[in-house]
Structure formats: structure tokens, C-alpha cells
């Protein structure tokens, strides 16, 4: 009697087994499909941070320039893979772009590749090296403000912070900040220059040797007054 009852039920069993089975697989697949759902979620999120943050900081960085002058080198990018930083590095001049790896460092942010080259910024200088171990000293570019005068192709600077007179270099901008001064009408008086530029060595106008100069990577604005205020 109990078997021929088990026969009779037995296929509701497998039925109710079968749907079990069935709910059970379908939890566990929407349980996954889930995960992985945001698991992709945080991913996309992840890479968008990543992607904010390299637009920040590509927008924030300055130029660094050689100490002569000729060489301008500019951060394009910065990235993490597989748990090492990236950094891509363009000279403006000759057009060259290395791509770079971050190493242990106990001074400074210091950058290198396989093919020998070498970026490594300390503050607010660096060096570049490249794989024929040619050395450049860089300054990286920040702005500046003084008084500025310019008369028969020669210019005068005094920084407004320290009062030091110096010269901004014929390169760069400085088209811009002579075309500017013109407009003013006040050939050979002084007026308030902002720009944003780094200090190199070039050759005095008298050959008598080397002089510091300012390279004038960018002007920013000019006013016809005779103080810093």
C-alpha cells in the first residue's frame, strides 16, 4: 500500500523538486547577473573618477621649461594600470612624446622607461634625461607680475614680490606683451604685466656672457598703471 501511494505521488515529488530546482538556479543567476551588474556599476564609476581626476590634473599643470630655453616639455596625461602610475610627457618643440612609469623615489616624483628615459620633479624644478644621457634642467612655469617697460627692442622687469629687476626673453609670448605695451602708447614708462613664465639663461645683449631672463610662456594681462597694488 505505501509503495503504490509513493507511485502515485511520486511524479508531484518530481514536479515540486523540479520547480525547487528551477527557483533555486533562477535566485542564484539574478543573484549574479546582479553582482555582476555592480560590480560593472562601480567599474564605470571607478574609470570616470579616474578619467575627472586626469582632466583636473592636466588642467592644473604648468609648462616646464630648460634652462636656454628651447625645450618646453607638458604633462598629457596620468593614469593607473595594474597598479602602476603612467604618465604621458610631450616636448612642444621637437614634437617627442615618452611614455613613462613611476619608480620608488626619496626625493621628489621621479618617472622613468625602458629606452632610458628620465623625468623626475623635485618642488619646483625637474630633470629630464633623455636614452643619450643628455641632462635638461627645468623650471616649471608659474605666473608672475611686475612692472614692465620696453623701449628700441630692449624691455625691463621688476618683479613685484622681491623688487629684483630683471629682463623678459624675446621667445614665447613675448610678441603678445610687446603688441600689448604698444597699445598703451607709453613707450618707455613702466606698467603693471602679469604673465606666466619661468626663469632661464640667455645671452646678454652685450655678449658679455649668460644672464638670467625670463622665458614668457604665456601673457596674461597689462595695465597702464606704475604699481603692484
Aim: some cysteine.
Amino acid at each position: 500500500m505505501p509503495s503504490e501511494t509513493f507511485r502515485k505521488i511520486f511524479p508531484y515529488i518530481s514536479i515540486g523538486v523540479g520547480i525547487l530546482v528551477y527557483v533555486l538556479y533562477y535566485m542564484s543567476t539574478q543573484s549574479w547577473n546582479e553582482a555582476q551588474s555592480e560590480y560593472e556599476r562601480q567599474e564605470v564609476q571607478r574609470r570616470l573618477a579616474e578619467e575627472r581626476e586626469n582632466q583636473k590634473l592636466i588642467a592644473e599643470s604648468k609648462p616646464w621649461i630648460s634652462d636656454d630655453g628651447k625645450e618646453i616639455y607638458t604633462l598629457l596625461s596620468k593614469t593607473k594600470k595594474d597598479g602602476l602610475t603612467w604618465i604621458k610627457l610631450k616636448e612642444l618643440n621637437e614634437g617627442m612624446t615618452y611614455n613613462l612609469r613611476k619608480v620608488e623615489s626619496a626625493n621628489g616624483e621621479k618617472y622613468t622607461s625602458n629606452a632610458g628615459n628620465l623625468f623626475w620633479i623635485k618642488g619646483e624644478e625637474a630633470i629630464f634625461e633623455n636614452d643619450e644621457k643628455k641632462k635638461s634642467n627645468l623650471n616649471e612655469v608659474k605666473k608672475i607680475s611686475g612692472l614692465f617697460s620696453y623701449m628700441a627692442d630692449a624691455n625691463s622687469f621688476k618683479f613685484c614680490e622681491s623688487h629684483l629687476q630683471t629682463s623678459i626673453a624675446m621667445l614665447g609670448d613675448n610678441a603678445n606683451i610687446e603688441k600689448a605695451y604698444s597699445e598703451l602708447n607709453t613707450s618707455g614708462k613702466m606698467v603693471y604685466l602679469e604673465l606666466e613664465g619661468a626663469m632661464i639663461k640667455v645671452e646678454s645683449m652685450e655678449g658679455s656672457g649668460m644672464i638670467d631672463a625670463i622665458y614668457p610662456y604665456k601673457f596674461l594681462d597689462i595695465e597702464n598703471r606704475s604699481d603692484c597694488k
